[in-house]
């Protein structure tokens, strides 16, 4: 098996998480945060849109971790950020987390909104 070293260029990937937490760049994010290929901030949960929303012109795809467990997003929540033009992929945290670093890395426009485990 041949392999090959990951280079995030200028982005910032999703070290890891854990039991409430998510360590990103280095640093420490108690509960749910959002990532984007340059930053990451905290964030409240499916009733905080606005920041999702602001993402539209800057992302194709908003990748929503979901927390432990793969669940329903409420409907209101995807039928917005899908009007607003943003690609919308739920899963379980831990696979929102592989699959940005894994797109991020190819250099595409990704983001992740994601609730801790």
Known sequence: MQMHEVNFAEATP?????PGFFRIGGEVFEGAVLVTASQARGW??????APLLEL?????????GTGAETAHI?????NRLEEAGLGVEVMH???ACRTFN???????????ALLPV
């Open 74 to 78: 409420p409907a209101t929540l995807r």
């Open 14 to 18: 999703i070290d890891g998480y854990g």
């Open 44 to 49: 409240s949960g499916y009733e905080d849109t």
């Open 93 to 95: 945290s831990p696979a």
């Open 56 to 64: 539209a012109e800057q992302v194709d795809v908003l990748f929503i």
């Open 102 to 112: 894994v797109l991020l890395s190819e250099g595409r426009r990704v983001a992740a």
